[in-house]
């Protein structure tokens, strides 16, 4: 549903992502729905994603700890891009992750439609 909401360019949405994100997601897709993967570069396209360039390593430092070592990238990704909200469906993070101070919030997808999309609808 959010990458639906996302497609639709509404002008009071900006979609960003991590080019770590993409390299995950198509990484996973390859391997378990390679028939897939078409859609999803044909969604990136659709979105218009702004994307943030792989972060590095010292971008990870003081982000250390407040995820698995694997999920940093996703992290520093959102702040290097500046983002108001992070988008994650990883439960098993999430609650670790909210915990800490970061420049942006930490919302499960339903959780980010709940609180943004009444907010869109009186804007548009």
Do not use: Q
Not at 105 to 123: G, I
């Amino acid at each position: 549903m959010t990458l639906d909401i996302l497609s639709l360019n509404l002008p009071v949405l900006t979609a960003v992502t991590g080019a770590y994100n993409i390299y995950e997601v198509e990484r996973n897709l390859a391997a378990k729905l390679p028939a897939a993967l078409s859609l999803f570069r044909s969604c990136l396209r659709t979105i218009g994603f702004e994307i943030v360039p792989l972060p590095e390593r010292k971008d990870f430092e003081p982000l250390a700890g407040l995820t698995s070592e694997k999920d940093l990238p996703v992290l520093a990704s959102a702040v290097l891009g500046k983002a108001d909200v992070l988008v994650t469906g990883d439960k098993r993070d999430l609650l670790k992750i909210r915990k800490h101070d970061l420049p942006f919030a930490v919302l499960l997808p339903a959780e980010f439609l709940d609180e943004y999309l009444p907010e869109w609808l009186k804007k548009l």
